[in-house]
């Protein structure tokens, strides 16, 4: 397996990817399409996380602020917030405020970039979690120009394409969630490129370098603030991008949109997808969306062996009765949930590219071994 | 002057919390997110004895300080054991699991309907010279206090104190004199699981019994035990006092102009900037030493 070769197949295995998703609204339904286009909003969002977390070693537990910075952004460029007693009277069309958001955002990590350099590790974890909780308060204490705790809505609004006029592109007519699909797809795949070149050559390693030894990295002369403050600003720019499209696909934006669990979740799509490998993310962004969603439609009840029922009390001596319900009530799924997190994070922790590499070292192992 | 008495209080609660991620972190290494969420499901518990089993007060809470003790016991062995060695993100993603399925479990078994917890003092009212004081205020100060003096005495005058020490700060050499560590940090987790069912059973009676109740406690824990050093326990209680008198104070001094700005939605906002400026300022916090990395 010549780098060459490997390289190739990368480039073909995209392309087959790139037709895959251009074709896939007109085998899907329509309710599906809507559900990967929030898969592909999600993957915008860990495509940045990995360059920060993957690639450089920084943890972040409040990328969701940025994309809440993304998606207010959106939403504010969008319908303005004169009606709040704001200054700013919107009618930006829905698609320009993307990249914009983007920016916002993007400026917003460089800034947190700075302080950041002075934190690492555990404390970085706990200084940008307490950032992402007390978003939504802050949000909702400027509400002249936020919209306070009612928010944003976007539905309706002429900025927002389809939701007064179908959406015809290339003379076909599009259905609102086929419209929603392709954008959030087509940026993904766009940001899948950026993200491609800037980590192939000299960021990819700076970055690798800052993550797998600081001290190795300044003494071969890799400037540890400039890295991890762009790291910081790409990935927030990523994560407002998806913020811009998150609030797009939900026509509205509030400070419940954005809550602590979404950052988490991100995390967790980069831990599972696998750090530091880019196709990895795809089953990162696909598991956060769906699982939540599985764990609801499961009955694991079929899992207790047969003497426990549905409704069965059993008795625990001192605490009384526990009651089997279905993991399908409220609070069930997040059981499933945490555990299956946990679980993961027992047997790979490497994530699902930790998997594929694994394999891919398998196999060119073999081949060179064989005698020639 | 009355705010101070109540910021006392709720710091006191916020000291208990902090104290149990401190003792977590010395020992293990670990900042464990899902602190909050335990100290939740063992209030619950003592509500269930309460409440549904008719159980007397002290009783329940004796014995629910008993299971937590179990069940933080447990949770090391379990759960954290496996990955203690590992990256960082696997421990955090571990205890962020953790979070996630308990906050789910104590849903799914009690629902989200807020419950009542009595508070075990009473809701007399004193009036000491123009201060209005709640008993249960001064009961969760003298609680609190009480427990971090017993606390102080195991781990300065015991010798399972002092094994507990010793495995936080070096383990190799702690084995070696025959400290069994393992068992030493997983003690640690269950008093630090006691610690949690404490302050959630302090805490119920004045704001309610439901799932989210620790959620802003936890956070405000976590400033506590920024501020007053990450590994030193007497931080972590000043701290928590420090933080529960000046968030208390900031609403007293909103009728002032000075402080007008302040509302009751920035109390988080303000426990993340103490964080983030301590981090920046003073990473060790008040008390603890700066840490010094070998290359």
Sequence with gaps: MTPRFTRLVGFAAFAVFVVFVAVLPSFISDFKAQQYAYVGIYLIALLGLNILTGYTG?????????????????AILMAGNEQFGGPLSGGLKDVWTIPLAGLVAGLAGLAFGLPALRLSGLYLALATFAIAVSLP???????????????????????????????????RTLTYNDWLYYLSWSSALVAFAVAWLILRDRTGRAFRAVRDSETAAVSSGVSLARYKMLAFGISAAYAGVAGGLYAIANTFVNPDTFPIALSIFLLVGVVVGGLGGLSGLLFGAIFIYFLPLWSQGQDLGSLLPDSVVQGDTIGIPLLGDFVFKGTSAAGGPAIVYGIVLILLMFLIPNGVSGIFRRVGQLVSRRRYSRSS | MQQVVTGLASGGVYALLALALVIIHRSTGVINFAQGEMATLSTYVAWTLIAHHGWRYWPAFVATLALSFVGGVATHRIVIRPVEGGSVLRIVIVTIGMLIAINGFVIWQWGGEPQALRSPFGTDTFDIGGVVVSSHDIGTIAVALG??????????????????????VNPVEARLVGVRVTWMLALGWGLAATLGAVAGILTAPTVGLDPQMMQAVLIYAFAAAVLGGIDSPAGAVVGGLLLGVLLNMLSYLTQYDLFDWFSEELRLPIALLVILVVLLVRPSGLFGRPEVKRV
Excluded: C
């Design chain 1, 58 to 74: 920084q943890i972040s537990l409040g990328h969701g602020a940025f994309m809440a910075i993304g998606g207010y952004t959106s």
């Design chain 2, 147 to 168: 427990i971090v003096v017993l606390l102080w005495a195991l781990f300065r005058f015991t010798k399972v104190g002092l094994a507990i020490r010793a495995s936080a």
């Design chain 1, 137 to 171: 308060s802050a949000v909702k204490r400027f509400e002249e120009f936020t919209g306070g705790g009612s928010g944003i809505n976007l539905f309706g609004t002429p900025e927002l394409t389809g939701s007064l006029t179908p959406v015809e592109i290339f003379d």
